[in-house]
């Protein structure tokens, strides 16, 4: 089987990503818009969640084979620090994730039009009685789970062809407790691209809080990756040569 082009796997991430942030950041403006006045609920909660998660099950299975479907800077810069994948590559992924992030945020406008914006477009926050560190331990605890369960099944030894199950099932389950203290964010694309749409539609947006989302998120990627590396490093007898480590290998993450 033919390597896709560099080209291939960055459009790839590109609409991976905007795929993500239109069905799973869009499911927000649209459960608030289709409540009206009515309170926000647990099922409310449990929707959007399971629309993050059955998106993320659909791009890894659909492009997980081009890109490696990492559509999270947070997974390309876990798999670059553990050298599963070349540094090299880093920049122009993260640019074709921001990128697909904006192209999502767009998307949700117009399809649901000017109300997206009104009631938020599904812009991550956290309010006044959530202070900075409370904030910054929410993302990093959602991202770390994210990202260790992501090294977990693209590992040689799990399990074949759960990947995008496990990963979406995981991206479903961190959003529940971390929603209501940041909006769970868990992806430095998916934080910046509605921000900036929203503030190009004339809406309000905490450019404040972006470092604490991109840093806590894109750390405890790095934090993931290194932990499970340790975590499933075999031990080496004295006398035994040093395995010979690929350049990159095949992943999938989100």
Not at 64 to 89: C, D, E, M, Q, Y
Not at 152 to 177: E, T, W, Y
């Amino acid at each position: 089987m033919s390597e896709p082009f560099m080209i291939q796997k960055l459009a790839s991430e590109v609409v991976g990503t905007a795929f993500l942030v239109f069905v799973g950041v869009g499911s927000v403006p649209a459960t608030l818009i289709v409540n009206g006045d009515a309170p926000f609920t647990m099922a409310d909660l449990g929707m959007i969640s399971l629309a993050f998660g059955t998106i993320v099950v659909a791009t890894v299975y659909a492009l997980g084979h081009v890109s490696g479907n990492h559509i999270n800077p947070a997974v390309t810069l876990g798999l670059a620090v553990t050298g599963k994948f070349p540094w090299r590559n880093v920049p122009g992924y993260l640019g074709a994730q921001l990128v697909g992030a904006v192209i999502g945020a767009a998307a949700i406008i117009a399809v649901l039009g000017q109300k997206a914006s009104h009631v938020g477009l599904g812009v991550t926050s956290y309010g006044e009685a959530v202070s900075v560190p409370q904030a910054f331990a929410a993302e990093f605890i959602g991202t770390f789970i994210l990202v260790f369960t992501v090294f977990g099944v693209i590992h040689r030894n799990a399990p074949a062809g759960f990947a995008g199950l496990a990963i979406g099932l995981v991206v479903f389950a961190a959003i529940i407790p971390v929603a209501p203290t940041t909006g769970a964010s868990i992806n430095p694309a998916r934080t910046f691209g509605p921000m900036l749409v929203q503030q190009i539609a004339g809406g309000t947006v905490k450019w404040e809080q972006l470092p604490v989302y991109v840093f806590a998120e894109c750390i405890a990627g790095v934090v993931a990756a290194l932990a499970y590396a340790a975590l499933v490093r075999p031990a080496r007898r004295a006398d035994e040569a040093p395995a010979v480590v690929p350049e990159q290998a095949s992943v999938t993450g989100v």
